[in-house]
Nanobody
Framework: QVQLVESGGGLVQAGGSLRLSCTAS?????MGWFRQAPGKEREFVAV???????YAADSVKGRSTISTDNAKNTVYLQMNSLKPEDTAVYYC???????????????????WGQGTQVTVSS
C-alpha cells in the first residue's frame, strides 16, 4: 500500500500562484492531480507518466505545470494565474500498474491522498 501526502494548499487572491506537492511512500508509475469543488464531481487536472510525459486538462492548460522529483518520489503542481473557479480540494493520485497510456479518469488510479484545499478569492 502506497501512501500519498499532499501539501501546499491555501488561500490566494485571483491572479496569484500556488505550488502543490505530493510525496509517495513507495514506487508508483503515473502520478496525477484531481480536484473536487463543492457539489461537483472529482475532475482530472494533470498527470505525469512514468517516463516524464505530462498532460493537463484544458481548464488549467497554460496556467499549470506538473513536474516530478523522482529522487524524492514527489510530484508538484505549479498553478499560476489562479481563478476563483479553481477553488476546490486538490487530490494527488497514483497508479501501481505500468502502462504508457495517459490516464485521466479517477477510476484508473489506485492510491489517493487526503486532499488539500485551494481557495481563490476574487
Amino acid at each position: 500500500q502506497v501512501q500519498l501526502v499532499e501539501s501546499g494548499g491555501g488561500l490566494v487572491q485571483a491572479g496569484g500562484s500556488l505550488r502543490l506537492s505530493c510525496t509517495a511512500s513507495g514506487r508508483t508509475y503515473a502520478m496525477g492531480w484531481f480536484r473536487q469543488a463543492p457539489g461537483k464531481e472529482r475532475e482530472f487536472v494533470a498527470v505525469v507518466t512514468w517516463n516524464g510525459g505530462t498532460y493537463a486538462a484544458d481548464s488549467v492548460k497554460g496556467r499549470s505545470t506538473i513536474s516530478t522529483d523522482n529522487a524524492k518520489n514527489t510530484v508538484y503542481l505549479q498553478m499560476n494565474s489562479l481563478k476563483p473557479e479553481d477553488t476546490a480540494v486538490y487530490y494527488c493520485a497514483s497508479r501501481r500498474r505500468f502502462d504508457t497510456v495517459i490516464r485521466t479518469t479517477k477510476e484508473d488510479y489506485d492510491y489517493w491522498g487526503q486532499g488539500t484545499q485551494v481557495t481563490v478569492s476574487s
